[in-house]
């Protein structure tokens, strides 16, 4: 059997990937949607043949290739991912490199310094020759399936880029008025007099920008054919941080802003259709995803409470709670610890440490608790117990 033939067998048993025969980086068979295995094996041997080619996405077990378009590029990812860049298949181009990981679903789409190949395409093999007549290489040789990643991981997650969506919000607005004059009136429809937790100079206090940021990450699609439920997830993350007062172009900056993070895991790909989708989906929401956690940080700005004993930190946290115990009418409320440090502006431990304070005091009652780490997604119940 030729090279290009055993890699070929070899990739396909071992991995279970769909291996097509190129010359030029081009198919040689057709391969959307069926193969013809009796055509491919042949012309693995034909002299024409310059390489081979994996089928990305599900014919080959969700396999996905994040290429770079530079070396410098793959090197300032493999300084950020060490852990990734030691563990996934990684192979050498002519100008960069192909990272190779497994996301089920994702499709394919652009980035600033190459691309993300999924769904729908192919990617060029070791032993293969580019067409420059250089050989592709493997860096990190693939020695099992490759692992299942995020894309943030491969420096694929597009940014929430906070920067476009305030000038997004602003935009009907500029043409009389500055940003820092109209941005933060234009969004709270009030001025920083009404909102006193907020900078006058950004639309949104950092805490809120964090809170949108992870919004948008909880509710992001993990495979195509989600988008409408994960969007009104979102819808209801809107609500239960900014309210019920957005307006329709407010909604539709940050709908563009959740598309964009969206791509690769969603299939409607005009972020007009995701616009229209959430100002009506806004619209809908009858029960918010927890309180209206902007107007906490207004409220607990703005409370003089102090807990006997208790750290500054637990101070800022009794007020949090104090608010939301108001906001709920004396109901039990849903809060998690990332939400909590963020707001108060300690670390995941440091909120952690000072509800136990608090709940030692007799100021709060904590069930349903969930785990204090960064990445749990279980929130605590919480009860207010105190003055």
């Not at 034909?46 to 080619?53: L, M, R, S, V």
């Not at 007009?272 to 927890?290: K, S, W």
Request: hydrophobic letters at 35%; aromatic letters at 8%; charged letters at 20%.
């Amino acid at each position: 059997m030729s090279v290009l033939a055993d890699a070929a067998l070899e990739l396909s048993n071992r991995f279970g990937w769909t291996i097509v025969p190129v010359r030029q980086k081009k198919p040689r068979v057709p391969w959307r949607p069926t193969l013809n295995p009796s055509d491919t094996a042949r012309l693995f041997h034909d002299p024409a043949t310059t390489g081979i080619a994996a089928v990305l996405g599900d014919r080959s077990r969700g396999l996905v290739c994040r290429d770079f378009d530079d070396n410098q590029a793959f090197e300032r990812w493999r300084e950020r991912h060490p852990i990734p860049a030691r563990t996934l298949p990684i192979a050498g181009t002519a100008r960069g490199a192909h990272v190779y990981a497994t996301i089920p679903g994702a499709t394919t789409f652009k980035l600033a310094d190459g691309e993300f190949r999924g769904e729908g395409g192919i990617v060029v093999l070791p032993p293969s020759l580019h067409p420059s007549g250089s050989p592709y290489e493997w860096l990190n040789p693939p020695t099992s399936e490759p692992p299942e990643v995020d894309f943030a991981d491969l420096d694929a997650e597009l940014p929430p880029a906070f920067p476009h969506l305030q000038s997004a919000l602003t935009e009907p607005y500029l043409q009389s008025s500055t940003p820092q004059e109209v941005t933060h009136d234009v969004f709270w429809g009030g001025g920083c007099a009404s909102n006193p937790f907020l900078s006058c100079v950004t639309p949104f206090a950092e805490a809120v920008q964090e809170l949108l940021a992870d919004a948008i990450r909880r509710t992001r699609p993990q495979r195509v054919g989600e988008r409408n439920d994960r969007l009104f997830d979102f819808a209801r993350e809107l609500h239960g941080i900014f309210g019920p007062s957005l307006t329709d172009a407010q909604l539709k900056a940050l709908a563009r802003n959740w598309h964009r993070n969206a791509l690769g895991r969603i299939g409607t790909l005009d972020p007009r259709t995701t616009e229209q989708d959430l100002v009506r989906q806004y619209r809908c929401v009858r029960f918010p995803a927890g309180a209206t956690l902007a107007r906490a940080l207004e409220i607990a700005e703005s409370d003089p409470f102090t807990a006997t004993g208790s750290s500054v930190a637990a101070d800022r946290l009794a007020r949090l709670l104090r608010a939301l115990h108001t906001l709920h009418q004396g109901r039990p409320f849903h809060l998690d610890y990332r939400h909590a440090s963020k707001l108060i502006g300690f670390s995941v431990k440091t909120a952690h440490q000072s509800a136990g304070r608090l709940e030692s005091l007799g100021y709060i009652l904590r069930t349903d608790r969930g785990r204090p780490g960064v990445r749990s997604r279980i929130a605590t119940t919480w009860s207010w117990t105190g003055p």
